[in-house]
C-alpha cells in the first residue's frame, strides 16, 4: 500500500509518516521532496521556478521509483508531500491507482494559526517560503479527488497515526 499525505505546509505530514512508519511493519517513508530537489537541482537557472510540481521530470520520477519501491522492496510507502497542481495527481497517482496499486490518498487539515505556530517552531521565519505559500498549499489540497480528509487539530501524532491505520486496515491493526 502506499499512503500519500497532503497538505498545507506544516500541517503535520512528515510527523505522521514517522508515527505511521513505527506502526506498519515493512514501512518505509519515500522523500519525494529529494526527488524534487535533485530535479530542480539539475536545471541551470532553475527554468520551472521554485515548486517541484512545475518541473515534468519531478512527477515522472516520483511515479516511477514508487512503483518500482513498491513492487520490489516495501510492503509500505508513507508519502509526506503536499501536491499543489491536479496534474501531479493525474501524473502520479492516477497512473499508480491503474495500476492495481492500493494507494490511499490523506489530506491532513488544521487551522491557519496552528500552521503558522508550526512552521515557526521548527525553526523557520515569518517570511519563510512555506509561510508565503500557506495559502496555495491548502488550496492545492482541497482539489485532490478522492482523498480522506483528517484534522490534526489538538491531536497528537500517535493519535493520529492509530486513527490512520484503523481507517486503512478497516479497524484492525496489523
Known amino acids: 500500500m502506499i499512503v500519500w499525505l497532503s497538505g498545507a505546509y506544516g ?4 510527523t505522521l509518516a514517522e508515527a505511521l512508519c513505527a506502526l506498519l511493519p515493512g514501512a518505509a517513508i519515500f522523500d519525494a ?8 537541482g539539475s536545471y541551470p537557472g532553475q527554468p520551472y521556478g521554485d515548486i517541484f510540481e512545475d518541473y515534468p521530470l519531478w512527477s515522472s ?21 503536499t501536491l499543489l497542481r491536479r ?16 494507494l490511499r490518498l490523506i489530506v491532513l487539515e488544521t487551522s491557519p494559526q496552528t500552521i503558522h505556530d508550526r512552521i515557526l517552531a ?14 496555495l498549499s ?16 489538538g491531536r497528537r501524532p500517535d493519535e493520529l497515526a492509530r486513527a490512520v491505520l484503523a481507517q486503512l486496515t478497516g479497524g484492525e491493526a496489523e
Open 122 to 135: 521548527r525553526g523557520e521565519h515569518e517570511d519563510c517560503w512555506c509561510m508565503q505559500h500557506i495559502g
Open 61 to 81: 520520477f516520483c511515479c516511477q521509483l514508487l512503483r518500482d519501491l513498491h513492487g520490489r522492496h516495501c510492503r509500505h510507502l508513507l508519502v509526506p508531500m
Open 33 to 40: 521532496e529529494e526527488v524534487g530537489n535533485a530535479v530542480r
Open 138 to 153: 491548502s488550496e492545492g489540497a482541497r482539489q485532490l479527488p478522492g482523498a480522506w480528509r483528517l484534522s490534526t487539530e
Open 11 to 14: 500541517v503535520g505530514k512528515s
Open 87 to 102: 496534474t501531479s495527481y493525474d501524473r502520479i497517482i492516477r497512473p499508480l491507482l491503474d495500476d492495481g496499486i492500493d
